[in-house]
């Protein structure tokens, strides 16, 4: 079998994150129990040495929950939680050293850093800062909402999507603090949302949620920036849905961008070609 928990959104009443067992050989998925005592549990991170799961509760006065998981049960207890000092977090991911829990604020444009203690328990707050600015779209982008963050696999820069600005802003880790490196400017109106990074750490690619596109970055470790290559549609020709984010930028037989659509139950796929790896469809 194989083991996975699932963040819902719901009241601290009720269950809101559910440990779910998938049959290898047949596919079949059930849910096996349930860990209430955390409001919209949206986002969850998994440290699989400490076997600790992260978890942001998104509401007006944000958390994020540090649960320690049972080897035997699997079973959640929470060892530590603390305020985001945001509101309307939505991600949170670690460092690639295990150092530090990043979370975004949706709501107020705030991004958090916290230091990580022994056996995965969340720490102080090391470093907040808050975006400031707007996009294109007036329903959607009239403030800064950071959808998500996450460190390259090289160590080197810290990546935020800014669904509200039209931006991926890049950010050194300096002693626990974000300070800024470089703004790369989003086509206006596209809503970045999530980024992943191609296995070899040369390419990234960018789910845009307002207006259905992914875009494929050259990433240059070394110097800290983005290089635009493409700007690909997901959808199919005469349709018109929300892509919300990108789940898996690449598989070795083939390679592929995977991608969940949020007002429909669907996904899709796109084709990367193999030198490049650049999009097709």
């Given at each position: 079998?194989?083991?996975?928990?699932?963040?819902?959104?719901?009241?601290?009443?009720?269950?809101?994150?559910?440990?779910?067992?998938?049959?290898?050989?047949?596919?079949?998925?059930?849910?096996?129990?349930?860990?209430?005592?955390?409001?919209?549990?949206?986002?969850?991170?998994?440290?699989?040495?400490?076997?600790?799961?992260?978890?942001?509760?998104?509401?007006?006065?944000?958390?994020?929950?540090?649960?320690?998981?049972?080897?035997?049960?699997?079973?959640?207890?929470?060892?530590?939680?603390?305020?985001?000092?945001?509101s309307g977090a939505c991600h949170v991911s670690r460092s690639r050293d295990g150092k530090y829990l990043f979370t975004t604020g949706y709501s107020d444009g705030r991004i958090s850093v916290f230091a990580l203690e022994?056996?995965?328990?969340?720490?102080?707050?090391?470093?907040?800062?808050?975006?400031?600015?707007?996009?294109?779209?007036?329903?959607?982008?009239?403030?800064?909402?950071?959808?998500?963050?996450?460190?390259?696999?090289?160590?080197?820069?810290?990546?935020?999507?800014?669904?509200?600005?039209?931006?991926?802003?890049?950010?050194?880790?300096?002693?626990?603090?974000?300070?800024?490196?470089?703004?790369?400017?989003?086509?206006?109106?596209?809503?970045?949302?999530?980024?992943?990074?191609?296995?070899?750490?040369?390419?990234?690619?960018?789910?845009?949620?307002?207006?259905?596109?992914?875009?494929?970055?050259?990433?240059?470790?070394?110097?800290?920036?983005?290089?635009?290559?493409?700007?690909?549609?997901?959808?199919?020709?005469?349709?018109?849905?929300?892509?919300?984010?990108?789940?898996?930028?690449?598989?070795?037989?083939?390679?592929?961008?995977?991608?969940?659509?949020?007002?429909?139950?669907?996904?899709?796929?796109?084709?990367?070609?193999?030198?490049?790896?650049?999009?097709?469809?």
């Open positions: 079998m194989t083991y996975f928990y699932i963040g819902t959104y719901g009241s601290a009443e009720e269950k809101g994150i559910y440990l779910g067992e998938m049959n290898r050989e047949t596919g079949d998925l059930q849910l096996v129990d349930g860990a209430s005592g955390i409001e919209n549990a949206t986002f969850l991170e998994w440290d699989e040495l400490h076997r600790v799961l992260y978890a942001v509760s998104e509401k007006e006065n944000s958390e994020v929950f540090a649960y320690a998981a049972d080897p035997e049960t699997r079973k959640l207890k929470v060892i530590s939680r603390k305020a985001t000092e945001s022994g056996e995965g328990a969340i720490g102080e707050i090391s470093s907040l800062i808050r975006h400031s600015g707007r996009g294109l779209r007036d329903d959607r982008q009239s403030e800064a909402h950071p959808h998500s963050i996450f460190q390259d696999p090289h160590h080197e820069y810290v990546v935020v999507c800014d669904l509200g600005m039209d931006n991926v802003n890049l950010y050194r880790l300096e002693d626990g603090k974000l300070v800024t490196h470089r703004e790369i400017a989003m086509p206006p109106g596209s809503g970045p949302r999530h980024v992943a990074f191609h296995p070899s750490g040369q390419w990234m690619y960018c789910v845009n949620e307002l207006n259905c596109t992914v875009t494929v970055f050259a990433y240059d470790s070394t110097f800290g920036d983005l290089k635009t290559l493409q700007h690909v549609s997901t959808l199919p020709p005469g349709v018109r849905w929300r892509i919300r984010r990108l789940r898996s930028p690449y598989r070795l037989a083939g390679g592929f961008c995977m991608l969940r659509t949020g007002d429909m139950t669907a996904s899709c796929s796109i084709s990367l070609t193999p030198r490049t790896a650049c999009c097709k469809r």
